[in-house]
Nanobody, 126 residues
Framework: QVQLVESGGGEAQPGGSLRLSCVAS??????????VTWFRQAPGKEAEGLAC????????FYGDSARGRFTISRDTAVNKVYLQLTGLTVDDTAIYYC?????????????????WGQGTRVTVIS
């Protein structure tokens, strides 16, 4: 069974940056096999898709909240997918999750995922 594990969250000041990481655990698993999505959920709000990266070719897709501020990338050498957060505001306070639907390409018409990790908390304090 594939398990996703997020890390890198913490506290930041407005305008600050954080880099979130996602890794797959489980025998024979690797994030290199799948397109990976990052989404977040703030208290009292619905989940919000942020970014997705294809399995191959480096193709990416961003949601409105992330475009221009957040960058998704993958490092196949270490089997990780990252989400670089910059220009943080208090509205970015949320739990951030990485996820996958085990496909190879991002769904550019929406957000498709059915497995995600426990999340990593990002708190932006003014």
């Amino acid at each position: 069974q594939v398990q996703l594990v997020e890390s890198g969250g913490g506290e930041a000041q407005p305008g600050g940056s954080l880099r979130l990481s996602c890794v797959a655990s489980g025998p024979g698993t690797s994030l290199d096999f799948y397109a990976v999505t990052w989404f977040r959920q703030a208290p009292g709000k619905e989940a919000e898709g942020l970014a997705c990266i294809d399995r191959e070719g480096g193709g990416t897709f961003y949601g409105d909240s992330a475009r221009g501020r957040f960058t998704i990338s993958r490092d196949t050498a270490v089997n990780k997918v990252y989400l670089q957060l910059t220009g943080l505001t208090v509205d970015d306070t949320a739990i951030y999750y990485c996820a996958t639907d085990f496909g190879r390409k991002c769904d550019r018409t929406g957000w498709s995922y059915d497995t995600w990790g426990q999340g990593t908390r990002v708190t932006v304090i003014s």
